[in-house]
Each structure stands twice: as structure tokens, then as C-alpha cells.
């Protein structure tokens, strides 16, 4: 009897999970079904759910990967940005957050403190003060200046710091006994350790890079700087008549993030349980 109740109690979660999947989704497909759509179709109806075999076509697919050169550089500086942020971001972050739970050194609370304090300040206050600091060093309209205040991501400082105070430190004393430098003990010793919290956070670093806008939108001047979220903006017309190239890549933009999460997947449910739990 018991065996049957718990089979019914899987069978009712995994409906009501797949009624929550489905209903989340629903944007998604509907975006996905627009996409086959003409401009026409679009501007009399709307993003919809509804599907007329009839109307669909991949006219706006073709255009894209034909005509839309534009779109392919914007692609590509978006591709650059979120590689380059994600990559260097682990890198510094990693290695705050490492220090700040495994070393004891003067002002290493305060300077926790004063991470706390960034996570809780929303961007848009800070983005003037770091605007006239790109404008004063000289990185207005650049890549540089996308990425500069994203490498080191307060957030991700203290998740790692929160994953890193979960490893064994007696690994690190071994390694010192055989030699290790500091940098040997965190890049050969731990490091591999973390690999969870890495993947973790390159989805989630990756997933704001790339959708980034308000901020590269600022920056950026030139059109052949343009990231995908400001390139796509600039189709929008007050006639419309762009709409359907828009949501067509619109869908094409959702490619990278899922070969992200693809590919760190199984470690992503690991790194934030773990790097949540640590305290």
C-alpha cells in the first residue's frame, strides 16, 4: 500500500512539474513559433501561441543567415564580450573569494563587508560614478569598458567565498610541505576542487554578459561595437517593419546560453547547493 501511495505521489509531481516547465516555457515556444512568421502576420496579430500552418515560412531565417550582416557582427562582439567576462571573471573572483575564506590578514572582514554592502547596492546607482570613470581613463566605446566592471563580480566573490571555506585545508598545508608556491596550491590543489562553483558561475556570469544592455548601451558608440541586446534594439521602428528579423533573432540569441548550460549542467545543481550551504 505504501509502495502504491508513493508511486501516485511521483506521478503527481512529476504533472505538476511539467505543468510548471510548460507554463515557463510558454514565452519561449510562442517567441519560437513567431519567429516563422512574416512582418505582416506579426504586426496584425501579435506574439502568439496559435499556429497557422500556413503562415509559417523560413523567409526570416534566410534573411538572417543571407542578408543580415550586421546581426552576424553584432553576434560576434556579444560572442567576445561574454567569453572574455566569463573567463576573466572566474580568474579574479576565484581567487577573492578564495582568499577572503581560506587566509587570515588584517581588514579581511571589512573587506567582506564592504562585498556585502556592492551586492546590495543596485547597479543603476553606481553606473554614473563608473561612467565618468570609463570616460576618464579613456575606455568609452570599447570592449574594455563593457567588461571592466564586470570582472571582478561581487556576487561571484561571494559565492566563492562561500564554496572555498567548504574545502579541506589540509590539502593546503600538504602542499605547501611539498613545495607548492600559494599560486601552485590554489591553481593545482583547489582550483580542481572548485570546479563546481566554476561551472556554476559561468552560467550565470555568461547569462547577464549576454543579456546585458543597459550598460554596454552607455558605453558603446560605434555601430560596429554594437552587442546583440543594443543591435537588436535598433530594428525596433515606430512602423515595425523590422519586427520579424527582430524575433527571429531574438530566438537565435537563446543558442549560446543553452550550449553554456549544456555543457556545465551537471555541475551547476552541485555548485549552488554546495555554495549556499557553506557558511
Known amino acids: 500500500m505504501k509502495k502504491k501511495n508513493d508511486t501516485v505521489t511521483k506521478w503527481l509531481l512529476t504533472i505538476i512539474i511539467a505543468i510548471i516547465a510548460f507554463i515557463a ?12 512568421r ?3 502576420e506579426l504586426m496584425r496579430d501579435g506574439i502568439t501561441f496559435s499556429i497557422n500552418w ?3 515560412s523560413l523567409d526570416n531565417y534566410v534573411y538572417i543567415f543571407t542578408q543580415a550582416g550586421e546581426y552576424w557582427q553584432w553576434y560576434g562582439n556579444s560572442l567576445i564580450v561574454s567569453a572574455l567576462t566569463i573567463i576573466l571573471s572566474l580568474f579574479f573572483s576565484s581567487m577573492v573569494g578564495y582568499s577572503l575564506a581560506l587566509y587570515n590578514f588584517k581588514g579581511r572582514n571589512l573587506i567582506f563587508l564592504f562585498v556585502l554592502v556592492i551586492i546590495m547596492i543596485p547597479f543603476e546607482v553606481l553606473m554614473l560614478p563608473l561612467y565618468q570613470l570609463m570616460i576618464d581613463i ?4 570599447t570592449y574594455t569598458g563593457i567588461m571592466l566592471p564586470l570582472i571582478v563580480s561581487p556576487t561571484a566573490v561571494f559565492f566563492f567565498r562561500q564554496y572555498a571555506m567548504g574545502l579541506p585545508q589540509e590539502l593546503m598545508d600538504a602542499a605547501r610541505i611539498d613545495g607548492c608556491t600559494e599560486y601552485g596550491v590554489f591553481f593545482k590543489v583547489m582550483a580542481p576542487l572548485m570546479l563546481p562553483s566554476f561551472a556554476a558561475m559561468a552560467i550565470l556570469q555568461g547569462l547577464h554578459s549576454w543579456n546585458n544592455f543597459l550598460w554596454p548601451l552607455l558605453v558603446i558608440r560605434s555601430n560596429d561595437l554594437f552587442t546583440l541586446p543594443i543591435g537588436l534594439a535598433t530594428l525596433l521602428t515606430p512602423y515595425g517593419n523590422n519586427y520579424d528579423i527582430l524575433i527571429a533573432g531574438a530566438v537565435m540569441t537563446v543558442i549560446p546560453i543553452v550550449i553554456l548550460f549544456g555543457l556545465f549542467q551537471r555541475y551547476f545543481v552541485a555548485g549552488l547547493t554546495t555554495g549556499g550551504i557553506k557558511g
Open 38 to 40: 512574416p512582418s505582416t
Open 25 to 36: 516555457l510558454f514565452p519561449l515556444i510562442s517567441l519560437i513559433i513567431s519567429s516563422f
Open 138 to 141: 579613456k575606455l568609452i566605446n
Open 54 to 56: 500556413n503562415e509559417l
